[in-house]
């Protein structure tokens, strides 16, 4: 990683940089946890990141510990038995190749957590972009634009209260590549599309989503892009929710079929 | 477990005993060991909870968490893959990401990441003095963060210190997520090179704490 390396890099070494930042999905998180036990070269790319960002991390502004923290602490470890389990690690990786082994990553303790967590919603983000108005950014509209900008930001608002609703499930829908390209927040009353990287539709065609979770493709709602668009409330219902996998198919004319025709992706909800 | 012998403690150069001699201390149920890992890094730790959580509360159940999953299971800490600093930070920062994500709760905002480095009070606190965690070391980092190109510090601020995914990066920026990653796979790259070598001038080769 560090760029003195002889021989081939492993494509997967930037989601081992991701891994290590705790910044994936979880379905790349689990592509990485699956990969890293066979390949010596993104474990120690796993290493030498968490040093770069323990560094980071110790060079924050510094703050005290409250003054109870430690006997709290102290009084919990009282409550809290050792494991006696000697070797707690995963078991060794078979190096297919005869390189000195370093131990296996820590894949126990960090990742339990991790995978289960939820996606926080990229609406969140990009209300607090409008909101903040950090440079660069795709808001940074004309003032004759303002109007149909408000109306976005409060469709952006919705969908924020939306994603923060701990009911809400969120699946990252992705192009059969593997692109991210829309994120998919559902819950029991109300649904989002949030938009990354789907084509506006021609003015012939529509957007459909597919509940997947059944042996056939449900046909369960519709909407369109627009070329600025970023967040699209869609016609829900409960059994709409119950889908724990979506796909999105872009259809010739204005109504649903019955299977899809283009599927453009498809993602599962990321709360396992 | 209190029968257990405790291993001899290993001092190191300046006398201190190394952390990996007080991990192997704790494996064997010592309270006294585990405290002075906790008054060595409590502060750093907390520090990196507190800009990640911003909320103080769910900033110290994050580091109590942290702390005590190395009480129930010291061996999820291998020295072998590094020191103890960086496997400690990982996990708080494991944590304090998985904890403001859950919470969904107000999060500390692009601070440009020098400024914010440069912010830092210097003065390291008894007892907490040690290793990567203190003084010189956020020189270091503050002037290997000067010398990144601003698009690397900005992804690497978004996901590491504000605790975003990639795919959020992405959103929050407009910039493609490819790019994200490789801007990210650039910018650990660009800081590992420079750190390493401030690290190795710092000690002679030798590194301790966080740095292995």
Redesign the interface.
Known sequence: MTGERRGERCPQEELAVGWAMHSLEPDEEARVRDHLPGCAQCRETVRATEEVTAALGGSVRQYDPPTGLKSRLMAEVERTPQERVAPTRPAAPIPSESVPEPAPVRLDERRKNGIGRRLLAAAAVVVALAAVGVAGVRFNQLDDRISAEEQRNSRLNKALELAANPETNRAVLRSPSGDPVAIMLSSDAEAAVMEMKLAPNAADQTYVVWGKSTPEAVPLTMFTVQPDSTVQFVNWSNAAHQHQVFAISLEPGTTMPATPSDVVAFGQVGNA | ?ADSPAPASRPEPDGRTSDASLVERV?A?E?GA??EL?DRY???????A??ICVD?GLS?DV??EA???L????????R????F???L???????A??AV??E?TQRR??VPLTD??S???LTP?DGADHA???GV??A???EA?KRLPEDQRQV?AL???D????????????IP??TV??R??AA??R???S??SAWAGETGGETTG???
């Not at chain 2, 072998?80 to 020191?83: A, H």
């Open positions: 477990m494996s149920g309270r585990f405290e906790y409590a502060r750093p730790a907390y520090s990196l507190r800009r103080p110290e580091v109590q702390f005590l999953a009480w129930r299971n010291p061996a999820g800490y291998d072998s893959r590094g020191g600093g960086t496997w930070m990982t996990v708080v920062h494991h944590r990401v998985d994500r859950r969904n905002r692009n914010e480095v912010e830092r009070n606190a990567a965690l203190n070391v956020g270091e980092v503050r963060l690497i996901a590491y210190l605790g975003y995914t990639q795919i959020e990066v992405a959103a929050l920026t407009g997520l490819g990653k490789s990210t796979f650990i790259r800081l590992r090179i750190l390493r966080a740095h292995r």
